[in-house]
């Protein structure tokens, strides 16, 4: 199993910037592919990015394409998420979660182990 835990949210202006981190401990987390997701009120918990086991494959919600940038650190046990340019329509809870599989996955269902989550919040 893995445990995660996410931080760095806040409160930011639109056009902002935040980095959101997430620490992993237990088994070895380079053999996680690792995604990190989203929660805004009254909605589903959507897809945000992810990035598979050695970082060279990513992929980004349009709504996100060219503002934000994952990345991994497998020495330290770390994934992140770079957000430029934020906007008040990316206020929600982010959450990472991780799959024991190389492969990464935009779908939900296939990740076993989540964060607690970190409130962003973006004022306009």
């Known amino acids: 199993q893995v445990q995660l835990v996410e931080s760095g949210g806040g409160l930011v202006q639109a056009g902002g910037s935040l980095r959101l981190s997430c620490a992993a401990s237990g088994r070895t987390f380079s053999s996680y592919a690792m995604g990190w997701f989203r929660r805004a009120p009254g909605k589903e918990r959507e897809f945000v990015a992810f990035?598979?086991?050695?970082?060279?494959?990513?992929d980004y919600a349009d709504s996100v394409k060219g503002r934000f940038t994952i990345s991994r650190d497998n020495a330290k046990g770390t994934v992140y998420l770079q957000m430029n340019s934020l906007k008040p329509e990316d206020t929600a809870v982010y959450y990472c979660a991780a799959r024991d599989s190389r492969w990464a996955s935009r779908e939900v269902r296939l990740y076993a182990y989540w964060g607690q989550g970190t409130q962003v919040t973006v004022s306009s």
């Open positions: 990035i598979n086991t050695d970082g060279r494959i990513r």
